[in-house]
């Protein structure tokens, strides 16, 4: 069957992962307030703590995953799938493997969980509950190689209506069960599973509809070459990706204590949701851009870089001020007043946020020109920085949530923020990056602009809490779209947003 354009997969995509992200995110809402007021905030820090460490232990996965899509563009472009099926038949070997290597990782580091976990360790089941969310992190790795052959293909609706649905089964139970048991093992049995589960009916789907081979044929040379060179660099960029975002809560248990954790895992909830919006868009457009840049020049890749970046920053402007003006609002509405962060440790998320997220598209067209064995040296700056300027932070000044943020935020700036782009226009476009840092800092102005309007107008708003914040939400949303569009009225990324924009229209219409 003849695929439709990449334009259109790219538009059905966006559109599909958008939606089904916003009707995750009221349940996932839900199911973390009825799991705070059943289980309580101690077992919040507990999840948040596990989570964090598993993240780092998640490094066994090296990056393969983004080295072994890399080669997945061209057959599948050319439809030859009797070099998917050797290409898969790797993947699939090497994540069993990894699977394996992360559970008994997580065995050896049980004993050592007391570190970590200081007073709390009283908790009832901590050791048991750590093991339960340690087999979810491993068993995901099982099946998890065929959502990547989606993506790749341009078929990311598919794994995003299978998310959605087996998403909202468990969670609906879990909030039953929380409800009716009280049963933390159970309610974190049905959490850590779900993607498992999700993992099992995408591959049925693969199985159904791709006609992969059981072949003994092994990967050529030369591929085998620059997997290894992009896995090396994927191994860097992901160590230092855990260290500067998935280390926190093991920072903030040792210095400052597991309720400080609990209370942070409620902003840092929704700035996932946040982020997983942003990233289920971007994950929709980058097979279209791996297909893109097969066919197309670099100077026109570059071209496209720039437009998609633009959009990204649309998005990433709302995110932050949202993040920055209701916080705070939708914590009180949402659990209690109590627990409410200050409001520079709110300012600080959503810098860091920011920070962090500009980078996406980036990171994206790294995986896609097979980057990564460009980015040693740099994620290894990056890891250094965020150790040495948190600890520098939390021990020397006793900062603690506030030493994190600030420890993040700084190495992000001096390390990654300029040395991605560098990355991505020296190697792949073979251009100057200053073209970017100039839209780069033109784009913080904008931000700023627009921070400086909310604040001249929010004492005016009405101060009953409800209507705060249905009102902030209205000019956070005037002021996302007025301001963009007056400072970029004529350019090219301007256009190609409202072509986009027109082009969902049309399709709504019809």
């Known amino acids: 069957m003849k695929k439709k354009p990449r334009s259109a997969l790219a538009l059905r995509n966006s559109f599909v992962s958008g939606f089904v992200m916003l009707l995750n995110f009221p349940i996932q809402f839900i199911n973390r307030y009825f799991m705070i007021h059943y289980l309580g905030v101690t077992y919040l820090g507990l999840t948040s703590l596990f989570t964090n460490i598993l993240s780092v232990l998640s490094l066994a996965d090296l990056g393969i995953g983004s080295a072994i899509t890399f080669l997945l563009y061209k057959p599948l472009a050319n439809r030859d799938f009797d070099r998917l099926s050797i290409i898969m038949k790797y993947y699939r070997r090497i994540y069993r493997i990894i699977a394996g290597i992360m559970f008994i990782l997580g065995i050896v580091i049980l004993p050592f969980l007391k570190f970590f976990l200081g007073k709390s360790i009283n908790y ?155 990233t289920q868009i971007i994950n929709a457009i980058s097979g279209s851009v791996g297909n893109f840049i097969v066919e197309k020049s670099r100077k026109e890749s570059e071209k496209l870089f720039n437009n998609l970046q633009f959009i990204n920053f649309l998005a990433l402007n709302v995110a932050f001020l949202g993040i920055l003006f209701l916080s705070n609002d ?44 460009y980015m040693k040296i740099f994620s290894i700056n990056e890891m250094i920085g965020n150790i040495a300027f948190t600890l520098l932070y939390m021990w020397a000044f006793d900062l603690k949530l506030t030493g994190v943020l600030l420890g993040t935020i700084t190495s992000t700036i001096l390390t990654v923020t300029w040395q991605d782009p560098y990355i991505i226009f020296h190697h792949a476009f073979h251009s100057n990056v200053r073209s970017y840092f100039n839209k780069y800092f033109y784009n913080l102005l904008i931000v700023a602009i627009e921070c400086g309007i909310i604040i001249a107008i929010e004492p005016l708003l009405p101060t009953n809490i409800i209507l705060h914040l249905i009102s902030l939400l209205m000019l956070i949303g005037i002021v996302s779209i007025v301001i963009p569009f007056i400072c970029y009225l004529g350019k090219d990324e301007l256009r190609y947003s409202l072509d986009i924009v027109e082009r969902i229209g049309a399709k709504i219409a019809n």
């Open 330 to 373: 939708v914590i009180t509405l949402w659990i209690g007043e109590k627990y409410v962060i200050s409001r520079l440790n709110v300012l600080l998320i959503a810098v860091s946020f920011y920070f962090m997220n500009y980078r996406m598209l980036g990171w994206s067209f790294i995986s896609i020109y097979g980057l990564a064995r």
């Open 124 to 278: 009832p089941h901590v050791y048991t509950l750590f093991v339960i969310y340690l087999l979810g992190s491993a068993s995901s790795y099982l099946f998890s190689y065929n959502q990547s052959l989606l993506y790749a293909d341009q078929e990311n609706h598919i794994v995003s209506w299978i998310n959605l649905i087996v998403t909202y089964l468990m969670l609906s139970i879990q909030i039953y069960i929380v409800i009716l048991y009280k049963n933390p093992l159970l309610y974190a049995a049905l959490f850590v599973f779900s993607g498992f589960v999700t993992n099992i009916f995408v591959t049925l789907y693969v199985n159904k509809n791709y006609p992969l081979i059981n072949t003994h044929e092994k990967l050529d040379k030369k591929s085998r070459d620059i997997l290894v060179q992009n896995v090396i660099g994927n191994m860097f960029m992901r160590v230092s990706g855990v260290l500067v975002t998935s280390t926190n809560s093991i920072f903030l248990s040792a210095f400052a204590g597991v309720v400080i954790v609990g209370l942070y895992a409620n902003y840092v909830t929704i700035t996932t949701v946040i982020q997983k919006f942003m």
